[in-house]
């Protein structure tokens, strides 16, 4: 099973600056075979980002993903007050499936 | 449009029994596979295994093997997670998610809270 680490487990900034989210996995990530998602309180999570660095449909350019191997990274380049959520990556090269624990951003 | 309408709120009882549901439209959903995902008070995200309902192929992660079982009705359009004696520690949002033809979760119900109680 691959483990993902993401960090930090919290971000605090303001709107405006740039965000950086890490998410290491123990092993190489088959096909760079990751996604990134956004949770908000009281929603279920949405699809940001797959193939490490696809935005998905309806996902503004701020949001850009990049790595490959065992190290990928989320950027939100300018942080909208509605970026403030909980983001995950996730492999899905192997199975199981699995995710990192979470990254929450929040306001400064 | 792709959705995917869970069933509401359940609140249950240690020892019971129970089957939640996630209805997809929109799209040919014998064709794309469906995830569960457990998601625990304050927790973060677990997959808990996926089911093709083409053909009813299913797939566990080791974590729920045998807690849990995956079916589906293609002919409804219907995935279901059930249970055969809940715990207190299943107290969790489900949420079914479909599967891209790549494997990543494209789309996600709106998630079915589960409370076990005594």
């Known amino acids: 099973e691959i483990v993902l680490t993401q960090s930090p487990g919290t971000l605090s900034l303001s709107p405006g600056e740039r965000a950086t989210l890490s998410c290491r996995a123990s092993?190489?990530?088959?096909?760079?075979?990751l996604a990134w998602y956004q949770q908000k309180p009281g929603q279920a999570p949405r699809l940001l980002i797959y193939g490490a660095s696809s935005r998905a449909t309806g996902i503004p350019d701020r949001f850009s993903g990049s790595g490959s191997g065992t190290d990928f990274t989320l950027t939100i380049s300018r942080l909208e007050p509605e970026d403030f959520a909980l983001y995950y990556c996730?492999?899905?090269?192997?199975?199981?499936?699995?995710f990192g624990g979470g990254t929450k951003v929040e306001i400064k | 449009e792709v959705q995917l309408v869970q069933s509401g709120a359940e609140v249950k009882k240690p020892g019971e029994s129970l089957k939640i549901s996630c209805k997809g439209s929109?799209?040919?959903?014998?064709?794309?596979?469906i995830a569960w995902v457990r998601q625990m008070p304050g927790k973060g995200l677990e997959w808990m295994g996926i089911i093709y309902p083409g053909d009813s192929d299913t797939k566990y992660s080791p974590s729920f093997q045998g807690q849990v079982t995956i079916s589906a009705d293609k002919s409804i359009s219907t995935a279901y997670l059930q249970w055969s004696s809940l715990k207190a520690s299943d107290t969790a949002m489900y949420y079914c998610?479909?599967?891209?033809?790549?494997?990543?979760?494209?789309?996600w119900g709106q998630g079915t809270l589960v409370t076990v109680s005594s």
């Open positions: 998610v479909r599967l891209s033809y790549s494997g990543y979760f494209d789309y």
């Open positions: 996730q492999q899905y090269g192997s199975s199981p499936r699995t």
């Open positions: 929109g799209y040919s959903f014998p064709s794309y596979w």
């Open positions: 092993q190489s990530v088959s096909s760079n075979y």
